[in-house]
């Protein structure tokens, strides 16, 4: 069982569109990040939420951080082909672990 | 800066057969960790160490040593390669405290 469910699980969306990702849990979490991967590649570290209710952008990325700390989003507005790669949520716990989500795949078409 | 590096990119093995994945980091940072990542399953923590001389147990240790003798290198192996271990291997580090990992670009490992 995952300690974190992400979803959708893959998305197929226009350029210009936006998205929403979900990222969930039952387990509370001192602090959330989002990665984004691209194939071949080791995931590469977005942004970083600590404080439940938290909102951050990032350009055209938002991310918000639940106010119960189990749970975060991450909304895409106007997407882009550049954006296309696998987004991946994780959760850390008190000590040293790190939770990975299971990841959503998004492809943008031009 | 380098940051992360790993070797090999790619690898096959037969059933059996023991080798070692490297990974070294060049950023001083004290916490490492390997992952594997299969297909709708994210990435599942290994084994991890917070400093040279210490190493501790993930959630899929089994099949798999590692040890941490310097800050930089931190090798995993694989004792007696199975089938159910082919996957994509991920070496991290990052600071104590600190929020995000840097990874490696990884090692594609097959075994047959």
């Known amino acids: 069982t995952q300690l974190l469910e992400q979803s959708p699980q893959f998305l197929s969306i226009q350029e210009g569109e936006n998205l929403t990702v979900y990222c969930n849990s039952s387990?509370?979490?001192?602090?959330l990040q989002w990665y984004r991967q691209e194939p071949g590649e080791g995931p590469v570290l977005l942004v970083t939420?600590?404080?439940?209710?938290e909102v951050k952008k990032l350009k055209r990325l938002t991310f918000q951080f639940g106010d119960a700390r189990k749970d975060s989003s991450l909304h895409i507005t106007a997407a882009q082909p550049g954006d296309t790669g696998l987004y991946l949520c994780?959760?850390?716990?008190?000590?040293?672990?790190?939770?990975f989500g299971t990841g959503t795949s998004l492809t943008v078409i031009p | 800066n380098a940051g992360v590096t790993q070797t090999p990119k790619f690898q096959v093995l037969k059933t059996g057969q023991s080798m070692t994945l490297q990974c070294a980091q060049d950023?001083?940072?004290?916490?490492m960790s390997w992952y594997r990542q299969d297909p709708g399953m994210g990435l599942r923590l290994i084994h991890y160490?917070?400093?040279?001389?210490?190493?501790d147990q993930g959630e899929v240790p089994n099949g798999y040593n590692v040890s941490r003798s310097t800050t930089e290198d931190f090798p995993l192996r694989l004792l007696s390669a199975a089938p159910s271990q082919t996957s994509v291997y991920f070496c991290?580090?990052?600071?104590?405290?600190?929020?995000?990992?840097?990874f490696g670009s990884g090692t594609r490992l097959t075994v047959v």
């Open positions: 991290a580090s990052r600071n104590t405290g600190g929020h995000g990992y840097t």
């Open positions: 387990s509370v979490f001192s602090s």
């Open positions: 939420v600590v404080t439940g209710g």
């Open positions: 994780a959760g850390a716990r008190t000590g040293n672990q790190f939770y």
């Open positions: 950023m001083n940072h004290e916490y």
């Open positions: 160490s917070v400093g040279a001389g210490i190493t």
